[in-house]
C-alpha cells in the first residue's frame, strides 16, 4: 500500500518501536507530527550545553557541507545511528542508502542513540525548524513524544580562516538519562 512505512527498511529496532507505539504507521501520521522547542520563558526548566570547535576551512565550504551531507552520514557512529527521515515539503521517507539532496525545514529526522557502551538505546525524533544561508544556522527541535523537548542550534561564525562551529542545545527530559 502507497503511504506506509517500510519497517523493514529501517535498522533500528528502537526506532521501529517509537514509530509503531506512536502509531506511526504512514506518511499521513508522520505529517501530523508536532514539535516541541525550547521556550525562553520557562529556561529555568531547561538544560544548557554549548559546544563549540574550529575547523580549519573558510566559513561557505563548511556551510556548504553542513547543507549537504546526509543524516546517514552525519548520524552513523558508536553512539548515534540514522533511523529514517520524512520530508513535509516533499511528503516523502528517506531511508539508510536512499539519495539525499539537502537540509531543508520540515525534515524530520529519527534516530537511535547507543548510551552506556551499547547497553541502552533510545530512539529520538527531531525536526529541522529552519536553515538561515545568511546567519548560516540550523534550528532543530525535538518530536512529541521523546524522551526529551528542546532546541538546537548549529551556528557558523568566521574567524580569519577558520569557521568556528557553534552547537548549542537546551533541553529538558523526564529520563534521568
Known amino acids: ?31 501530523k507530527l508536532k514539535s516541541f522547542c525550547y521556550n525562553a520563558a520557562d529556561g529555568k526548566h531547561y538544560y544548557k550545553h554549548i559546544k563549540s570547535f574550529l575547523m580549519d576551512a573558510d566559513i561557505n565550504t563548511v556551510w556548504h557541507a553542513y547543507k549537504t551531507m546526509s543524516p546517514e552520514s552525519t548520524r552513523n557512529g558508536s553512539m548515534v545511528s540514522f533511523g529514517l527521515m520524512y520530508s513535509r515539503k516533499k511528503n516523502e521517507i528517506m ?42 544556522t540550523i534550528k532543530i527541535c525535538y518530536l512529541q513524544n521523546g524522551a526529551s523537548t528542546g532546541t538546537q542550534l548549529i551556528q557558523l561564525k568566521e574567524k580569519g580562516n577558520q569557521t568556528e562551529v557553534i552547537h548549542e542545545t537546551w533541553y529538558r527530559s523526564g529520563s534521568r538519562f
Open 1 to 31: 500500500m502507497e503511504g506506509l512505512i517500510d519497517f523493514r527498511k529501517i535498522k533500528q529496532e528502537k526506532v521501529k518501536k517509537l514509530l509503531r507505539d506512536n502509531t506511526l504507521n504512514t506518511l499521513s501520521d508522520l505529517s
Open 95 to 136: 531511508y539508510s542508502g536512499d539519495p539525499y539532496s539537502g537540509i531543508e525545514a520540515g525534515q524530520i529526522i529519527f534516530l537511535n542513540l547507543n548510551l552506556f557502551r551499547n547497553m541502552l538505546h533510545l530512539a529520538v525524533g527531531h525536526e529541522i525548524m529552519g536553515v538561515s544561508d545568511t546567519d548560516k
